[in-house]
C-alpha cells in the first residue's frame, strides 16, 4: 500500500510508466488500482465515463504484469486507456451515449479496440459523448453532460469529451476518440491536451458505430508527443473489415520526433483567422507561431483557401446527409431500442425512433433527409460535394507550398454550460477551424497552445495526408519549447 501511495504518480504520462513497470517500481495491476480508485472519486464530477469496465482491466491488467515479468513488455502493456464509447467493445455495451442503443452489447469488438488489447494495454471504461457523436460540447449526452476540468461551469468540448477530460485530469494517460468534424481536435484544446485526427484511412473505422462514413476518422488522445506517436502506431494500418482503410505501409510514428523544426515551412491562412475568432485566442496562436519562428520554422502568410468559407455548410449538409443513412438501421428491429407495439409496424418504428433518439440527432436525421430528397438532392447534397473537391484542391495547392497548416484549434476557449445549447447555428461555428480537415481527408492535430483567461487553447497542425510523422515532429519540437502541455487543471478546488 505504502509503496502504492508514494511510488504511483498517475499524472506520469504512458512513457514513465512502461518505465517504472520495467524497473519493478510499480506494476501494471497496482497502477490499475490507484487509476480505479481516482476515476472513480472524479467522475461524480466530470461524468467523463458511461461504464468503468473493473473486472475486465483488472484481468488485462494481471496478464500485463505477467507479460512485464516475462520481458515481453511493448509501450502500451499495461498502459491503462479510456475509448469512446462510440467503439464496439466484445460483450461491454456500447451506447454511442444514446437511449437507442443503452442496452446494446456487441458480439465482435472493433478493429481499434481489438488492437489495444493485443497490444497489453489495460482499457478501463467507456467514454461519455454526444449522442452519436454528434455536437460540440457533450451536452447532447443521453448520460448527462460531462464537464471541463478546468472550471465545472463550462463544456469540455465535444463529441470526444469525456476521453479528453480523462486524460486532461490526469486519470489515465491516453485515450481514444473519433473525429467526424473536429471531435477530437476541439476538445483537445478546450481541455488542454493533445489530439490526433489521423488521415481519413489510416484507422480502421471496423466496429465503430458510424456517424458520417466519409468523414469518420478514429484517433488518440494523450499528454505529449511520444505516448501520443506510440498509440497511432498500435491503431493504425489496413484492415480486410474497412474497405477505406488505407494499404499505404505504417511508418514508425517516432522517427522524426527529434528532427527539430529547421527547413520546415508553416502556411497561416490570415484570410481565415480575421473574423469571429477571440483576439485572445489570436494572440495565443501568434505567440505559437513566434516559438515555431525563433526555433528554426519558416512561416508564410500568404496561403489561401478562398472557398474554406463554404467548409461549415458543406460539412453540415455532408455530415447529416450520410447521418440520416447510417442511422435508417436504427429501427428497433435488429438493434437497441424498440417502442411498445403499436397499431402498425409503421407506427412501432415511429415510435422506436421518437423515443430512442435525442434532440440534436432528429435535427441532424431531418436535415439529412432533407438534402437527400427528390428536387434538393442536386440543389444541395451534390453541389456540397463539388465544393467539397474545390477545397479538397486548394489544400493540395497549399500544401504544395508549405509543410503544415496552422491555425487555432477553435475560435474561442471553452464555454459555458449551456451557452451554445439553443442555438444550433452558434454550436457549429465552433467547428470553423476544425472540420476543414475532415472534408479534405487531411491529418490534424490539436496540441495545448496557451491559455486564455485561465482556459487551455490549441494550436492547430494541417498536414498533408500521411503525414503525421510530420505532424508529431512539430508537436514534439513545440512542446520543447513550450511547458503548456504539463499544466494540469486543479480538480480539487472545483
Ligand atoms: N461538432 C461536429 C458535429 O457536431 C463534429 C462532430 C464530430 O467530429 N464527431 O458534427
Redesign the pocket.
Known amino acids: 500500500m505504502a509503496k502504492m501511495d508514494t511510488e504511483i504518480q498517475l499524472n506520469q504520462n504512458a512513457h514513465i510508466h512502461a518505465d517504472n513497470f520495467r524497473n519493478g517500481t510499480y506494476s501494471p495491476t497496482e497502477l490499475l488500482y490507484k487509476t480505479l480508485d481516482y476515476l472513480e472519486k472524479l467522475d461524480t464530477q466530470l461524468n467523463a465515463y458511461i461504464s468503468v469496465m473493473h473486472s475486465e482491466a483488472t484481468l488485462a491488467a494481471e496478464r500485463a504484469s505477467s507479460t512485464v515479468d516475462s520481458g515481453e513488455a511493448t509501450p502500451l502493456t499495461g498502459i491503462p486507456i479510456a475509448v469512446k464509447d462510440l467503439l464496439n467493445t466484445k460483450d461491454w455495451k456500447t451506447t454511442a451515449a444514446s437511449k437507442m442503443l443503452s442496452t446494446y452489447v456487441p458480439v465482435e469488438d472493433s478493429t481499434v479496440v481489438a488492437r489495444l488489447k493485443a497490444a497489453g494495454a489495460v482499457i478501463v471504461g467507456k467514454t461519455n459523448?454526444?449522442e452519436f457523436?454528434?455536437?460540440?460540447s457533450n451536452e447532447f449526452s443521453a448520460f448527462g453532460p460531462v464537464k471541463n476540468p478546468w472550471d465545472i461551469n463550462r463544456v469540455p468540448g465535444?463529441?470526444?469529451g469525456g476521453s479528453a477530460v480523462t486524460v486532461a485530469s490526469r486519470v489515465v494517460p491516453l485515450s481514444i476518440g473519433?473525429?467526424?468534424?473536429?471531435?477530437?481536435r476541439?476538445p483537445a484544446a478546450f481541455c488542454g491536451v493533445l489530439g490526433l485526427?489521423p488521415t481519413y484511412g489510416r484507422v480502421s473505422r471496423f466496429g465503430v458505430v458510424a456517424?458520417?462514413s466519409s468523414?469518420?476518422q478514429v484517433g488518440p488522445f494523450a499528454r505529449d508527443s511520444y505516448d501520443l506517436a506510440n498509440l497511432l502506431q498500435v491503431i493504425s494500418g489496413y484492415d480486410p473489415k474497412d474497405s477505406t482503410s488505407s494499404q499505404i505501409p505504417v511508418p514508425n510514428f517516432s522517427s522524426q520526433l527529434m528532427h527539430g523544426l529547421d527547413g520546415l515551412t508553416f502556411g497561416i491562412p490570415t484570410g481565415m483567422l480575421s473574423s469571429g475568432i477571440d483576439p485572445l485566442v489570436r494572440s495565443a496562436f501568434e505567440e505559437s507561431i513566434k516559438v515555431l519562428e525563433a526555433n528554426g520554422a519558416r512561416i508564410n502568410r500568404d496561403i489561401r483557401l478562398p472557398s474554406i468559407e463554404a467548409a461549415l455548410p458543406v460539412?453540415?449538409l455532408i455530415?447529416?446527409s450520410e447521418a440520416s443513412a447510417n442511422l435508417a438501421r436504427y429501427d428497433g428491429v435488429k438493434y437497441g431500442h424498440s417502442a411498445e407495439l403499436g397499431e402498425s409496424a409503421e407506427e412501432t418504428m415511429f415510435n422506436t425512433r421518437g423515443e430512442g433518439f435525442g434532440p440534436?440527432v432528429k435535427r441532424?436525421i431531418l436535415i439529412g433527409t432533407y438534402a437527400l430528397s427528390a428536387g434538393y438532392y442536386d440543389a444541395f447534397y451534390l453541389k456540397a460535394q463539388k465544393v467539397r473537391t474545390v477545397i479538397r484542391t486548394e489544400y493540395e495547392q497549399a500544401l504544395d507550398k508549405v509543410d503544415a497548416i496552422l491555425t487555432p484549434t477553435t475560435p474561442t476557449p471553452a464555454f459555458e454550460l449551456g451557452a451554445k445549447l439553443n442555438d444550433p447555428l452558434e454550436?457549429?461555428l465552433?467547428?470553423l477551424y476544425?472540420?476543414p480537415a475532415?472534408i479534405a481527408g487531411l491529418p490534424g492535430l490539436s496540441i495545448p497552445g496557451g491559455f486564455v483567461d485561465g482556459l487551455p487553447v490549441g494550436l492547430q497542425i494541417v498536414g498533408r495526408p500521411f503525414s503525421e510523422p510530420t505532424l508529431l515532429r512539430i508537436a514534439n519540437a513545440y512542446q520543447t519549447h513550450t511547458d503548456w502541455h504539463n499544466q494540469a487543471p486543479d480538480v480539487s478546488c472545483n
Open positions: 459523448l454526444d457523436a454528434m455536437g460540440s465535444g463529441s470526444s473519433t473525429d467526424t468534424g473536429g471531435s477530437i476541439q485526427k456517424f458520417a468523414l469518420d460539412y453540415y455530415a447529416p440534436e441532424r454550436m457549429y465552433n467547428d476544425t472540420l475532415n
